[in-house]
């Protein structure tokens, strides 16, 4: 309803219109809105990033004790004994256990005693970074005095990079997670992308436009909507249960995972294929070849950079997936890193997924480091799709 205000403005200029003023107020609230959401995810996605680095970052170091190690025929037996009883309880239990490989590695240690750099225990480590003290009195007294004397000292943490998990905190790594999660995306790339993109060819350059094929097209867009985890009861079903395939293995995760991925491969190459220009094809045409001729030498060619920006995309998807492995059993416990693809292994994210559970808090540090290190490649992946994109990208 006009006011006397409006109606006297209307009378003055006959194109005046008197909802300009309540549409520009509108417009003015929805931009505050927009910037408050956009300035509220900002906000929240800097305080996680914050939260998780600043959690991580203990985990880069590692704590060690210089003490003397006695190496024979007793203490190789009973690797307890090889340090001082009264600092036996601050050394980690993970190194001593290592004494009859470094004997091995080399003989000449046998019957000695050396004065050595020892891995402390996770609860001297975690003391001496502030966290969660449970050391007892005369403990502290220990480590206190040993690190007023110098025997005390961290270190950067290269157990976490070249071991595979352990029960023993301070000797819990990732690699054996790294090299299982290469094995399965390599496996999910070789079965997934050349497939993907043959259906992409074919869908979108040869199939006729009838209900069969719209059927198989309506039935891929819904896949790419499905919840991963019944991804893990198909790879569950199919390649364990009816194929007999090894459980846990990077095979059967790479095989689950391409399932998973294949949809997201064929909608972004059937996408950048019709990206293409009409008029290539025509062209081809023109001079004589064939439809083959012309798709295989002219249009998959121009297409190419964005298949491979959707199929890049699609791999950092596949990384950081968990429900489904978790199904086909690839959150078992891995201390060494698989060499064949039919052994069993992990990845990273059921890593992650293993250690938060964990009592020992120290496993809450190895965790925010863990992440960091999937979110680190997550990015790199998307960042190489993007400058892939942008390097091999044709303006018409």
Request: net charge positive.
């Amino acid at each position: 309803m006009m006011t006397k205000k409006d109606k006297k403005k209307l009378k003055e200029n006959p194109f005046y219109d008197p909802t300009l003023n309540k549409r520009h107020r509108k417009s003015k609230r929805f931009k505050k809105f927009t910037l408050t959401s956009l300035i509220f995810s900002i906000a929240f996605l800097a305080f996680f990033l914050f939260d998780i680095v600043t959690k991580s970052i203990p985990a880069f170091s590692i704590t060690y004790i210089k003490t003397d190690v006695v190496i024979n025929d007793k203490t190789i037996g009973a690797y307890h004994k090889a340090v001082d009883r009264k600092i036996r309880k601050l050394v980690s239990r993970a190194w001593l256990r290592d004494i009859r490989q470094l004997v091995k590695e080399n003989p000449a240690l046998m019957n000695t005693t050396q004065s050595m750099w020892v891995l402390a225990d996770d609860q001297v480590d975690q003391y001496l970074k502030g966290h969660h003290n449970t050391l007892k009195p005369k403990q502290i007294v220990q480590v206190e005095e040993l690190k007023k004397a110098g025997m005390i000292e961290k270190r950067f943490n290269t157990i976490f990079f070249t071991r595979g998990d352990s029960k023993i905190p301070e000797y819990a790594g990732l690699w054996s997670a790294v090299v299982g999660s290469v094995f399965t995306l390599i496996i999910t790339m070789v079965v997934a992308f050349p497939i993907g993109v043959m259906t992409a060819i074919y869908l979108e350059e040869f199939a006729e436009d009838n209900k069969f094929t719209r059927f198989i097209e309506i039935n891929i867009n819904n896949l790419a909507a499905i919840p991963s985890i019944l991804f893990g009861l198909l790879g569950l079903a199919i390649f364990i249960n009816l194929f007999g395939m090894p459980r846990s293995s990077p095979l059967v995760g790479g095989l689950t995972l391409a399932l998973m991925t294949l949809p997201i491969i064929i909608v972004s190459s059937r996408a950048a294929l019709r990206a293409v220009p009409d008029s290539i094809r025509q062209a081809g045409y023109g001079l004589g070849l064939n439809k083959i001729q012309v798709t295989r030498d002219h249009v998959l060619p121009l297409a190419f950079p964005g298949i491979l920006t959707g199929s890049i995309i699609g791999l950092a998807q596949a990384m950081g997936e968990t429900a489904p492995l978790i199904i086909i059993g690839m959150i078992a416990f891995i201390p060494d890193a698989p060499s064949m693809v039919t052994q069993a292994a992990t990845v990273m994210p059921a890593q992650l997924f293993t250690w938060a559970g964990m009592p020992e808090k120290m496993y809450i540090e190895k965790t925010a480091a863990g992440i960091v290190v999937l979110l680190s490649i997550l990015i790199s992946l998307n960042a190489l799709a993007i400058y892939l994109r942008k390097k091999f990208e044709v303006k018409w």
